[in-house]
């Protein structure tokens, strides 16, 4: 009986030790998860039950000058799936692929993926969302997201650029100004039950879309559709590969207009190529040619080397240097300096830069602004090729003269104007305005910038005169002329170079046409360029009429009145005989009775009948626009009893 009683109590003894020991591991455990090992396992239990649910923001929306929206943020809907949910994969795979236009296999392949989330289709139409909502299945949801919309479509396409499915800017403004659009991107702490649902562990009440700030451009969406029909139609009319068109404000360096052909929708920019969506204006480089001898000219007039009325001598068309033959368009003997920018003389052009020398031509190319960034708030912008001095051949003198063996992006070509027109400054250009928040706080304003002065106003007003020259009777812009204004510009056309052979390609080149208007009061600096036309390829007939429609359209848009109403308007197609009797100007008193036909070929109807009228001839004019064809030709001896017949067009 004693020993039962102590082997109880030893029994006790014992299990009252291991239970001790029992209690005291489990303390230590107890212990070690919660003190030393309790912030590791609490982030461990939360990574497996609690997630952080990113939002998309709703960007912000960008606006024209005006206030016009070109870019919006609305709400759209997007099917996902669960796919360990599902049951009947098929059936359901072939009822959303039908309600959502889908192919079938695609949507199988997704639903039998071994992932416990996919989407079905992002952004989906209000049609779509209630056939996908008939469907009713579990697993099958719908998400609301923000959507961007191109009201517009694909007016200032390249421009605007576009953004990806997660709401972000890959493209122009949507990408420059991505991180003031975009805004704050939300959260919200989300529960996930043990199948892996979502529970909103801050209620609904904390899932708001941050909206990001509204950005204001410069653009006159006026001025930009109207640049972009005219740089379709004169694409299209000259069987061009593209164009561009660059309006801006010369005093402030703000963009009025940036078109590029062919468009771009950036509401469907998926199924557009990069070559669309890519802006040539501030991405691509050319070789400018003519057009740049106002920046020579510039430079000739700022060091003193030429006076307006210099005499060169022309070569009569062929001119033999440093190894090379220079041509021109037309045989010219003597020329005085203005009259080598209004006709285009390479030959005087190489004349000039001779006299100038590389030292003191290059500086001015630099001061321009070109071989470097404009510093446009655009993505992607180029810097151009322009070689240091040290690397010019013996030819490079002279083909840097007229455009030859450089590089520009039509952006740098507009600032370099735009500094003739306000004065001699060349500005930084622009095309936003300011970023404004949602709380109406003014995030960034721009204003004009000046970069550095390029030549004194003295030189500047001397060589607008000239170029006024460019677009007066016998230039070769004279289809850029605007009735009732003042128009200064230059008319380009350069060979393209042949990237694959070396030297230039004989069948492509680039026409444009570049200028200001009015020329006493510039408003608008305007180049527009047209890629390898195959109709026609002069500057002076490819690009100027489309400089001259859009920059009178952008006149009256902008409510500036001309200097003077025309003095005379016919009907399209109009047979008109026009007399003048008695002898006219001094020109037709000195060639008596028998004399050469001049040339009126590209006169405007005013300018030929002033001519015709000075010389006492007796003219029938039959259209309107310009003389395209006259008869007899220019040169041909004719007497005076006879009627000379011009024919005009455009």
Same mark, same amino acid.
């Given at each position: 009986?004693?020993?039962?009683?102590?082997?109880?109590?030893?029994?006790?003894?014992? /299990?009252?030790?291991?239970?001790?020991?029992?209690?005291?591991?489990?303390?230590?455990?107890?212990?070690?998860?919660?003190?030393?090992?309790?912030?590791?396992?609490?982030?461990?239990?939360?990574?497996?039950?609690?997630?952080?649910?990113?939002?998309?923001?709703?960007?912000?929306?960008?606006?024209?000058?005006?206030?016009?929206?070109?870019?919006?943020?609305?709400?759209?809907?997007?099917?996902?799936?669960?796919?360990?949910?599902?049951?009947?994969?098929?059936?359901?795979?072939?009822?959303?692929?039908?309600?959502?236009?889908?192919?079938?296999?695609?949507?199988?392949?997704?639903?039998?993926?071994?992932?416990?989330?996919?989407?079905?289709?992002?952004?989906?139409?209000?049609?779509?969302?209630?056939?996908?909502?008939?469907?009713?299945?579990?697993?099958?949801?719908?998400?609301?997201?923000?959507?961007?919309?191109?009201?517009?479509?694909?007016?200032?396409?390249?421009?605007?650029?576009?953004?990806?499915?997660?709401?972000?800017?890959?493209?122009?403004?949507?990408?420059?100004?991505?991180?003031?659009?975009?805004?704050?991107?939300?959260?919200?702490?989300?529960?996930?039950?043990?199948?892996?649902?979502?529970?909103?562990?801050?209620?609904?009440?904390?899932?708001?879309?941050?909206?990001?700030?509204?950005?204001?451009?410069?653009?006159?969406?006026?001025?930009?559709?109207?640049?972009?029909?005219?740089?379709?139609?004169?694409?299209?009319?000259?069987?061009?590969?593209?164009?561009?068109?660059?309006?801006?404000?010369?005093?402030?360096?703000?963009?009025?207009?940036?078109?590029?052909?062919? =468009?771009?929708?950036?509401?469907?920019?998926?199924?557009?190529?990069?070559?669309?969506?890519?802006?040539?204006?501030?991405?691509?480089?050319?070789?400018?040619?003519?057009?740049?001898?106002?920046?020579?000219?510039?430079?000739?007039?700022?060091?003193?080397?030429?006076?307006?009325?210099?005499?060169?001598?022309?070569?009569?068309?062929?001119?033999?240097?440093?190894?090379?033959?220079?041509?021109?368009?037309?045989?010219?003997?003597?020329?005085?300096?203005?009259?080598?920018?209004?006709?285009?003389?390479?030959?005087?052009?190489?004349?000039?830069?001779?006299?100038?020398?590389?030292?003191?031509?290059?500086?001015?190319?630099?001061?321009?602004? =070109?071989?470097?960034?404009?510093?446009?708030?655009?993505?992607?912008?180029?810097?151009?090729?322009?070689?240091?001095?040290?690397?010019?051949?013996?030819?490079?003198?002279?083909?840097?003269?007229?455009?030859?063996?450089?590089?520009?992006?039509?952006?740098?070509?507009?600032?370099?104007?735009?500094?003739?027109?306000?004065?001699?400054?060349?500005?930084?250009?622009?095309?936003?305005?300011?970023?404004?928040?949602?709380?109406?706080?003014?995030?960034?304003?721009?204003?004009?910038?000046?970069?550095?002065?390029?030549?004194?106003?003295?030189?500047?007003?001397?060589? /607008?005169?000239?170029?006024?020259?460019?677009?007066?009777?016998?230039?070769?812009?004279?289809?850029?002329?605007?009735?009732?204004?003042?128009?200064?510009?230059?008319?380009?056309?350069?060979?393209?170079?042949?990237?694959?052979?070396?030297?230039?390609?004989?069948?492509?080149?680039?026409?444009? =046409?570049?200028?200001?208007?009015?020329?006493?009061?510039?408003?608008?600096?305007?180049?527009?360029?047209?890629?390898?036309?195959?109709?026609?390829?002069?500057?002076?007939?490819?690009?100027?009429?489309?400089?001259?429609?859009?920059?009178?359209?952008?006149?009256?848009?902008?409510?500036?009145?001309?200097?003077?109403?025309?003095?005379?308007?016919?009907?399209?197609?109009?047979?008109?005989?026009?007399?003048?009797?008695?002898?006219?100007?001094?020109?037709?008193?000195?060639?008596?009775?028998?004399?050469?036909?001049?040339? =009126?070929?590209?006169?405007?109807?005013?300018?030929?009948?002033?001519?015709?009228?000075?010389?006492?001839?007796?003219?029938?004019?039959?259209?309107?626009?310009?003389?395209?064809?006259?008869?007899?030709?220019?040169?041909?001896?004719?007497?005076?009893?006879?009627?000379?017949?011009?024919?005009?067009?455009?």
């Amino acid at each position: 009986m004693k020993r039962s009683h102590r082997q109880m109590k030893a029994r006790l003894a014992f /299990t009252g030790i291991l239970f001790s020991l029992l209690f005291l591991a489990l303390g230590l455990r107890a212990f070690q998860l919660h003190m030393l090992e309790g912030e590791k396992l609490k982030r461990l239990g939360e990574r497996q039950h609690l997630e952080e649910w990113t939002l998309l923001p709703k960007r912000g929306t960008i606006l024209d000058r005006a206030g016009e929206p070109l870019a919006l943020s609305l709400e759209g809907q997007s099917v996902y799936a669960r796919p360990r949910r599902l049951k009947e994969e098929d059936g359901v795979a072939r009822k959303l692929a039908q309600a959502l236009n889908l192919d079938p296999l695609l949507v199988r392949q997704k639903l039998k993926a071994e992932r416990p989330f996919v989407w079905i289709k992002r952004q989906i139409t209000p049609k779509e969302a209630e056939r996908v909502k008939a469907v009713h299945r579990e697993g099958i949801g719908i998400s609301y997201e923000p959507n961007r919309y191109y009201p517009q479509g694909r007016v200032a396409g390249q421009l605007l650029g576009f953004v990806g499915r997660d709401s972000q800017g890959l493209e122009g403004i949507e990408l420059h100004y991505d991180g003031y659009l975009r805004g704050a991107t939300g959260s919200s702490v989300v529960e996930r039950d043990a199948l892996g649902r979502r529970l909103l562990a801050g209620g609904v009440e904390g899932i708001q879309l941050p909206s990001g700030a509204d950005v204001h451009l410069t653009l006159d969406t006026t001025i930009q559709h109207l640049a972009e029909k005219q740089l379709e139609a004169a694409v299209t009319r000259f069987r061009a590969k593209a164009g561009v068109a660059v309006a801006v404000e010369p005093f402030t360096g703000e963009v009025l207009a940036l078109a590029n052909y062919p =468009f771009f929708d950036p509401n469907d920019f998926t199924h557009q190529s990069a070559q669309q969506w890519r802006n040539r204006a501030v991405a691509d480089s050319y070789e400018p040619g003519s057009t740049f001898k106002a920046i020579l000219a510039a430079a000739a007039l700022e060091e003193g080397v030429v006076g307006r009325d210099d005499l060169f001598y022309c070569e009569l068309g062929s001119y033999s240097y440093a190894g090379k033959i220079i041509h021109d368009t037309h045989r010219h003997g003597w020329l005085p300096f203005y009259r080598i920018i209004q006709y285009s003389s390479n030959i005087g052009a190489a004349k000039v830069a001779e006299r100038l020398r590389k030292e003191r031509y290059f500086p001015y190319i630099e001061r321009f602004g =070109f071989g470097q960034p404009t510093g446009i708030d655009l993505p992607g912008e180029a810097a151009g090729l322009v070689r240091p001095p040290s690397q010019w051949s013996l030819i490079d003198l002279a083909a840097h003269s007229f455009g030859q063996g450089i590089a520009v992006t039509p952006m740098q070509l507009v600032m370099a104007y735009a500094a003739i027109a306000n004065g001699g400054h060349l500005l930084r250009p622009f095309v936003v305005r300011r970023v404004v928040s949602q709380r109406g706080e003014v995030l960034l304003a721009r204003q004009p910038h000046i970069v550095r002065r390029v030549i004194t106003e003295k030189s500047a007003r001397l060589l /607008t005169s000239i170029l006024q020259g460019v677009v007066s009777d016998g230039g070769t812009g004279v289809l850029a002329r605007i009735e009732g204004f003042k128009v200064a510009g230059k008319t380009g056309t350069a060979q393209k170079p042949d990237l694959t052979n070396g030297g230039y390609d004989a069948d492509k080149r680039s026409a444009s =046409f570049v200028g200001f208007v009015p020329a006493d009061d510039p408003r608008l600096v305007l180049l527009v360029l047209i890629d390898e036309p195959k109709v026609d390829v002069h500057g002076g007939a490819v690009a100027a009429p489309a400089f001259q429609n859009i920059a009178r359209g952008a006149l009256l848009h902008l409510g500036v009145a001309p200097e003077k109403s025309a003095a005379l308007l016919l009907a399209r197609g109009q047979v008109t005989p026009v007399r003048f009797g008695g002898k006219g100007g001094s020109e037709a008193a000195d060639l008596g009775g028998l004399f050469g036909v001049p040339d =009126f070929t590209g006169l405007s109807l005013r300018a030929a009948i002033a001519k015709a009228r000075s010389l006492g001839l007796r003219v029938e004019i039959r259209g309107n626009g310009y003389v395209v064809q006259q008869s007899p030709a220019p040169g041909v001896g004719w007497g005076r009893g006879k009627t000379l017949v011009l024919i005009l067009r455009g």
